[in-house]
């Protein structure tokens, strides 16, 4: 009988052999406050620099189509003003949610010595990666773009070319928020910039050519409804699992809640770092708040019950160490 690859990797898994932490390379001991993370991704990346490219493609078409030509030097100063302050917190947000750490746990934190730290009791388990060999957190999963396991990972998120976890939700959110409605307010401008166009002279109500002007504005609204709709999709999203303290891989996989929840508008706080204040519609502010434990810290489940579950899931590639 031909077995076939995931049953052979099963059948690995169950050998005592390699449920031992013996095997595990140590982390580097270096600091990680110097280094900045960003995921060496091609898609993402391309992902990233079209992001930006529509950001200042809108920036173009709303100064030099609508805005500079127009007569109204009060409407023109007002709406560019609005509209590139929310450009550069798009652009600002995005930044962050791409260059923050999303949460990853130490990479080969699973050594003998590590799980002897932890001084588990009889009976206690601890779940550890067999692709990034750490000791992973209760909420965390592994990325297989990033190739780490990420504290609270919401999703991958190949326009901001990172992970959608504990530390970047916020920044995540922001994203979403200033797109959406630097999208509206463009959908808004292009309306009435068409009117005009209407009531006036084509070859006064822009610095183009009448067809190129249209062209643009076309291009314009297509996006901007486009990218509307996505994000504020996006945006309920995202805080819709705050809210209810679910992130959308546990939500798709229907797991029971096994932590204590934390909804509402305290999940809000959490995710935002504290009480509301103007802290919150910031990208460049830090979180402040208390969240859960430390990278490395592993969640312990005592009971052999959970234990026996673990290995029922092991198409998820995961398995415990079981400490008798």
Known sequence: ??????????????????????????????????????????????????????????????????????????????NGVVFNTLAFLALASHMRAMLTD?????????????????????????????????????????CSVCKRCIRKMDHHCPWVNNCVGENNQKYFVLFTMYIALISLHALIMVGFHFLYCFEEDWTKCSSFSPPTTVILLILLCFEALLFLIFTSVMFGTQVHSICTDETGIERLKKQEPTWERVVGWEGMKLAFGGEFSLRWLSPCSDLSCEKAPPSGTATVAPSERVAQEAFEQLSDHEFVVQVC
Not at 46 to 64: E, I, P, Q, S
Request: with cysteine.
């Open 1 to 78: 009988m031909m077995i076939s690859p995931v049953h052979r990797f099963r059948d690995i898994e169950r050998k005592p052999e390699y449920l031992q932490p013996d095997k595990c390379i140590p982390p580097p001991t270096r600091s990680s406050s110097g280094t900045m993370w960003f995921i060496r991704d091609g898609c993402g990346i391309a992902c990233a620099v079209v992001t930006w490219f529509l950001v200042f493609y809108a920036d173009f078409v709303v100064l030099l189509v609508m805005l500079i030509p127009s007569r109204d030097y009060i409407y023109s100063a007002i």
């Open 102 to 142: 999303p949460g990853a746990v130490p990479k080969g934190n699973a050594t003998k010595e590590f799980i002897e730290s932890l001084q588990l009791k009889p009976g206690q388990v601890v779940y550890k990666c067999p692709k990034c060999c750490s000791i992973k957190p209760d909420r965390a999963h592994h």
